[in-house]
């Protein structure tokens, strides 16, 4: 049973009449006709209707026209996440019944879920699960048809699934209806993948950008507003940053290349932070985090990456891949570190047809009952194996180094050593890749015996990191590494007169530029664990409290 059958009365709550009466403020009332819409698939108004009289019917766009999901009768409310986003709406919402409604508007509906603790708690609770409905139901209006053999398939699952995008899978190998929606679109299936869009639109191996563009993925933004805060990257730190300094009654602005969580979301179970004792994903805390930032009235912009950054004069501009500039007074740098690749000359051929940086359920189908190798000895590298020994026939683990007591937490370790199905390689070394389309066979050296080739189509890549620091070159001090100075590991020369210091030194934060700061992975010296990420993101805004009250 799904969630609507299971938790139908948290999905689609009734507010009382006292709930009602506070609401009054937020909206204004008006009187509605059998048939009026109200709300249209791909709506971005972030407009939500409290029903006060006769009844609305809410139904979702498929292929036999619309799928009807619920009737809701006074005191029930239209909307879910993403009319608290901004974002394109994915149902229709339709008086049936004539009366009347509590028309609230985007602003309105911010100021309630900040302010009313109580009605706060049943729209933001009804909104999540809501959410969680559509993507099970994996609604037809929006239809990814690839294959599994396709690296930019696997790029666009990965894309849409960690941004929680509801959306359904063909794959043109196995689903008769992929190749007869291609036929009626006159696209070949040499095309995949292909984005059949809610608004009739058919896209051709888009890039994320272009995907969330047509998708109406994120909400529209003044870039003349001088912000308070623009964050640098959606990851632990940056989400962090995000909702204390919104909570606070800045105004924040977050900018994330591909989506939320960074290098943690691609985990599939991080079971040392603190309050999740079973565990939790790194895409479902990732998910949380964002909804939090996103509920104190953080704007939140998918695919918007930052091109260059320019310091010459305050207020700080971020110049967009698109070409817009975004000001503000302040800047947290969360842009995080990736996973570094292989020196391998094949490498790049294969990524996404056997080389994987992320260890999800996306990628889990592609080999399942199958035979996969793990790089990587860090904590990342151990999840992954836990998780791919579930799923997979036989998982081989290869370090660099002759154990993992330096670089994995003992408890991580415990559960390698304690699955049969894992092998363990140490003083290993994948020396070539091989395959046609697609990776076949794996050759590595362990310390000085000979090279071994093995018949293996899939391997997971865990292995270092590289700082996202290429946007600011020129303007803040890095270390040799490429990672962001800060605080007291800045040098005096690094810190100019004319840079505006006013006598004081950096804080324990920030860059060697004032009011810019570096937190995560991305930081010199950083603690590598989700829970620092978090501590640094958050503790970071009373240093920017500090910066914008010079």
């Known amino acids: ?14 507010l009382t009449q006292a709930q009602i009466a506070r609401l009054d403020a937020f909206g204004q009332r008006m009187p509605t006709t059998a048939g009026q819409i109200l709300t249209e698939p791909g ?20 292929s036999a026209g619309e799928a009807p999901i619920t009737v809701q009768l006074p005191g029930g409310f239209t909307g879910e996440m993403s009319t608290l986003r901004g974002t394109g709406a994915f149902v229709r919402s339709r008086v049936r019944e004539p009366g009347a409604v509590l028309a609230i508007e985007h602003e309105g509906l911010k100021r309630i879920v900040q302010n009313d603790a109580e009605i706060s708690e049943i729209v933001m609770r009804a909104f999540i ?23 930019d398939t696997l790029r666009l699952r990965q894309f849409l699934g960690r941004n929680s995008f509801p959306y359904r899978y063909w794959d043109v190998e196995s689903d008769a209806d992929a190749l007869a929606v291609l036929q009626r679109f006159h696209v070949s299936a040499a095309d995949v993948p292909v984005l059949v869009c809610r608004c009739g639109r058919v896209l051709r191996n888009p890039s ?27 990851g632990p730190a940056g989400l962090a ?16 290349t591909t989506a939320p969580g960074g290098q943690a979301g691609s985990s599939s179970k991080i079971e040392n932070y603190l309050g999740f004792p079973t565990g939790i994903s790194g895409q479902a805390l990732a998910a949380r985090a964002l909804v939090q930032a996103q509920k104190f009235g953080a704007d939140v912009a998918i695919t918007q990456s930052a091109l260059r950054l320019h310091c010459e004069r305050r207020p700080y501009e971020i110049e967009l891949a698109g070409g817009q500039r975004v000001p503000t007074r302040t800047i947290v740098i969360a842009s995080g570190a990736r996973y570094r690749p292989l020196e391998l000359a094949e490498l790049a051929r294969f990524l996404g047809v056997g080389i994987y940086y992320a260890a999800t359920q996306v990628e889990a189908r592609l080999c ?16 992954a194996v836990v998780f791919l020994a579930a799923r997979c026939r036989q998982v081989h683990m290869l370090v660099r180094g002759p154990a993992l007591a330096e670089t994995m937490s003992r408890y991580l370790i415990a559960r390698v050593e304690d699955t049969p199905n894992v092998t363990l390689h140490t003083r290993t070394e994948i020396t070539a890749l ?8 794996v050759t590595w050296r362990t310390g000085a015996d000979a090279a071994q080739t093995h018949e293996l189509a899939h391997v997971f890549l865990m292995t270092g990191a590289d700082p996202q620091t290429h946007w600011i070159a020129g303007c803040l001090a890095l270390d040799d590494k490429g990672f962001v100075r800060t605080g007291p590991d800045l040098r005096p020369e690094e810190l100019s007169r004319e840079s505006g210091w006013r006598g004081r030194s950096p804080y324990l934060l920030e860059t060697s530029l004032p009011g810019i700061f570096a937190v995560g992975d991305v930081r010199a010296g950083s603690i590598k664990r989700v829970a620092a990420a978090v501590g640094e993101g958050s503790g ?3 240093f920017v409290h500090r910066a914008l009250s010079e």
């Not at 709506?43 to 498929?62: I, N």
């Not at 994320?208 to 959606?234: F, H, K, S, T």
Request: glycine fraction near 10%; charged fraction near 30%.
């Open 1 to 14: 049973m799904g969630i609507l059958e299971t938790r139908r009365e948290q999905v689609f709550p009734r």
């Open 43 to 62: 709506d971005r108004s972030g407009r939500m209707y409290l029903v006060l009289a006769g009844s609305v019917e809410v139904t979702r766009p498929d």
């Open 129 to 151: 699960l809501r959410r969680m409905a559509l993507l099970d139901a994996s609604p037809d209006e929006v239809i990814l048809i690839g294959s599994r053999h396709s690296a």
């Open 208 to 234: 994320e950008r272009e995907a969330a563009e047509v998708l109406g993925m994120n909400p529209r933004l003044d870039d003349a507003r001088v912000r308070d805060v623009v964050v640098i990257g959606a």
């Open 241 to 256: 940053a995000a909702v204390y300094a919104a909570s606070e009654g800045l105004d924040v602005l977050v900018l994330e």
């Open 368 to 383: 399942e009952s199958q035979d996969v190798v793990v790089v990587g000895g860090g904590n990342s590298a151990g999840q």
């Open 434 to 441: 091989d395959g046609e389309r697609e990776l076949r066979q």
């Open 540 to 542: 970071c805004i009373q």
